[in-house]
């Protein structure tokens, strides 16, 4: 990846990013507010650490796993691999975010149509789908404006 950030705010694009900056630069990137992440997970990441919010953001959407001895080795270089695992998981989050918001839209446009009652009971259905899809990701993410 070759992009590095450290705390005095420089750039070291001949330094190799480890897994911790590479997972930031993405939600940073993303937008993402990561202020309402949960307690870290990982045992190798220290709560109180910089990054700790942004590894377990990324957690809690799923973007990253870490190793099954519940370790996320935070410091060690990102390879091609875990990246584009990240990138992919990343590319999936979207993808299902903008079929909701698609879905969405058409439950409101078919409810501006009069249909049949049992049309509106499906369309009730569908809108508590929706409801609960919505409410459940909007509780993991907070997108900047």
Known sequence: MGLTLTSDTSIHPAKPATRA????LMLEVGGFDVSGAN???????????EDAKYIQFAADLGFI?????????PNDEINRAEI??????????????????????????DSDVEDSD??????????KIMS?????????VHIKN
Not at 21 to 24: G, L, N, P, Q, T
Not at 66 to 73: A, L, N
Not at 132 to 140: G, Q
């Open 39 to 49: 307690e870290v997970e990982f045992y190798d990441v220290e709560a109180g650490s």
């Open 21 to 24: 900056e590479a997972i930031r």
């Open 84 to 109: 584009a695992k990240v990138i992919a998981n990343f590319n999936d989050f979207f993808k299902a975010l903008e079929e909701a918001d698609d879905i969405d839209q058409e439950i409101e446009e």
């Open 118 to 127: 049992d049309d509106s009971e499906e369309m009730s259905f569908l809108e």
């Open 132 to 140: 609960s899809a919505l409410n459940i990701t909007s509780s993991l």
């Open 65 to 73: 796993s870490g190793d099954p001895e519940g370790t996320f080795r």
